[in-house]
């Protein structure tokens, strides 16, 4: 046998995963694919299928019934539905938060509007970060969520040959969902 000159392209595995100047090990990146199912701890939503965008600066959720009010405290803050299945309202919930900010995001078909933005924990692939998360009407889209860069640069790395490399909902629980009002 010989040996063969070809050089490989680097794995995950092989990829630095410590900054130049940190100290102290960092966590390994997580390899997600272009879909996954994420949970949004926060609006106790175990299952939200999400497309992974890295495309999209900010994460963005389906929500309805959007209100923003004025909290005990005198603090800016929204209340939001959120639809976790496609087609369904079984298992929705409704989330208060603080407003993080207001931003006028456009849309891959072009429409601009002003969104509000909330902080909520995003779990992807088993690894909780923190995510900045527009709130807007995603209906007629394929997915309740967007992941965006700015979650995905928290020790995330994109194959976009892959799908739901986290993990999928029990086939029961997704059957169970499809369809329900």
Same mark, same amino acid.
């Given at each position: 046998?010989?040996?063969?000159?070809?050089?490989?392209?680097?794995?995950?595995?092989?990829?630095?995963?410590?900054?130049?100047?940190?100290?102290?090990?960092?966590?390994?990146?997580?390899?997600?694919?272009?879909?996954?199912?994420?949970?949004?701890?926060?609006?106790?939503?175990?299952?939200?299928?999400?497309?992974?965008?890295?495309?999209?600066?900010?994460?963005?959720?389906?929500?309805?019934?959007?209100?923003?009010?004025?909290?005990?405290?005198?603090?800016?803050?929204?209340?939001?539905?959120?639809?976790?299945? $496609? %087609?369904?309202?079984? @298992?929705?919930?409704?989330?208060? +938060?603080?407003? &993080?900010?207001? *931003?006028? !995001? #456009?849309?891959? /078909?072009?429409?601009?509007?002003?969104?509000?933005?909330?902080?909520?924990?995003?779990?992807?692939?088993?690894?909780?970060?923190?995510?900045?998360?527009?709130?807007?009407?995603?209906?007629?889209?394929?997915?309740?969520?967007?992941?965006?860069?700015?979650?995905?640069? $928290? %020790?995330?790395?994109? @194959?976009?040959?892959?799908?739901? +490399?986290?993990? &999928?909902?029990? *086939?029961? !629980? #997704?059957?169970? /969902?499809?369809?329900?009002?």
């Amino acid at each position: 046998m010989t040996e063969s000159n070809h050089t490989r392209e680097p794995a995950a595995a092989d990829l630095p995963t410590v900054p130049a100047g940190a100290e102290g090990p960092a966590e390994a990146p997580v390899v997600v694919g272009w879909r996954e199912w994420v949970g949004l701890p926060d609006a106790l939503t175990p299952w939200v299928k999400a497309k992974v965008d890295t495309g999209a600066r900010t994460s963005a959720l389906h929500a309805f019934r959007i209100e923003r009010h004025t909290g005990d405290h005198g603090e800016d803050r929204v209340r939001f539905e959120v639809h976790p299945w $496609q %087609g369904s309202t079984a @298992d929705a919930r409704t989330v208060d +938060l603080p407003v &993080e900010d207001v *931003r006028t !995001v #456009r849309s891959s /078909n072009g429409e601009v509007q002003d969104r509000f933005v909330v902080l909520m924990p995003l779990r992807l692939a088993g690894r909780t970060v923190e995510a900045e998360v527009t709130l807007t009407d995603r209906d007629e889209m394929g997915f309740r969520m967007l992941v965006g860069r700015t979650a995905l640069a $928290q %020790g995330f790395l994109v @194959d976009p040959a892959a799908s739901y +490399l986290g993990g &999928e909902p029990p *086939r029961g !629980v #997704r059957r169970r /969902n499809r369809g329900r009002s």
